[in-house]
Antibody, heavy 120, light 107 residues
Framework: QVQLVESGGGVVQPGGSLRLSCVAS????????MHWVRQAPGKGLEWVTF????????YYADSVKGRFTISRDNSKNTLYLHMNSLRAEDTAVYYC?????????????WGQGTLVTVSS | EIVMTQSPATLSVSPGERATLSCRAS??????LAWYQQKPGQAPRLLIY???TRATGIPARFSGSGSGTEFTLTISSLQSEDFAIYYC?????????FGQGTKVEIK
């Protein structure tokens, strides 16, 4: 069965950096577009970023553009989110999610999430 | 970006009753609309895509309808496990955007 397991969350000071990872199994990772979606405490869902199946293109929400970078290693079935210049408003549970149709549409499988807290 | 507005914010329903949730887009998204269910402490789960197609393993009591700017998720007979928050999401335009959610609670 499809599994997505995130890790790397934690507490970081404003202006700091963090790298999240998502290990995938149960499907052909190298054929799948992948997303990061976040959810601030008690709030709704916010799409963050997407990467094509081969890593050839990426898309970002305006709120993270220039600060976050998505990447992937298809040889390791792993998705990454590099987060720099973190702000308090980046505090959220970060979910990795598999795209249902490869090219950036809706999310058919989600990980359990990893919590990022930006606080001094 | 396309703004998705869900109503009501909270819906109080008795078990066995019908629940109707609405989602409106600020411009047409054709049928590129998905619905998700989220329970406390859990990740969202895909229910509906293409506005009306149930995802794998989703019970038939869940149905979606609509196109353009107006969409509806109907739960025909609420079961105890259906009390949760429901989100709509458009994927017609970048960036994909979600509604703010409708909480379905026990009456």
């Amino acid at each position: 069965q499809v599994q997505l397991v995130e890790s790397g969350g934690g507490v970081v000071q404003p202006g700091g950096s963090l790298r999240l990872s998502c290990v995938a199994s149960g499907f052909t990772f190298s054929n799948s577009g992948m997303h990061w979606v976040r959810q601030a405490p008690g709030k709704g869902l916010e799409w963050v970023t997407f990467i094509l199946y081969d890593g050839s293109n990426e898309y970002y929400a305006d709120s993270v553009k220039g600060r976050f970078t998505i990447s992937r290693d298809n040889s390791k079935n792993t998705l990454y989110l590099h987060m720099n210049s973190l702000r308090a408003e980046d505090t959220a549970v970060y979910y990795c999610a598999k795209d249902a149709l490869r090219l950036g549409y809706y999310f058919d499988y989600w990980g359990q999430g990893t919590l990022v807290t930006v606080s001094s | 970006e396309i703004v998705m507005t869900q109503s009501p914010a909270t819906l109080s329903v008795s078990p066995g009753e019908r629940a109707t949730l609405s989602c409106r887009a600020s411009q047409s998204v054709n049928s590129n609309l998905a619905w998700y269910q989220q329970k406390p402490g859990q990740a969202p789960r895909l229910l509906i895509y293409g506005a009306s197609t149930r995802a794998t393993g989703i019970p038939a009591r869940f149905s979606g309808s609509g196109s353009g700017t107006e969409f509806t998720l109907t739960i025909s007979s609420l079961q105890s496990e259906d009390f949760a928050i429901y989100y709509c999401q458009q994927y017609n335009n970048w960036p994909q955007t979600f509604g703010q959610g409708t909480k379905v609670e026990i009456k």
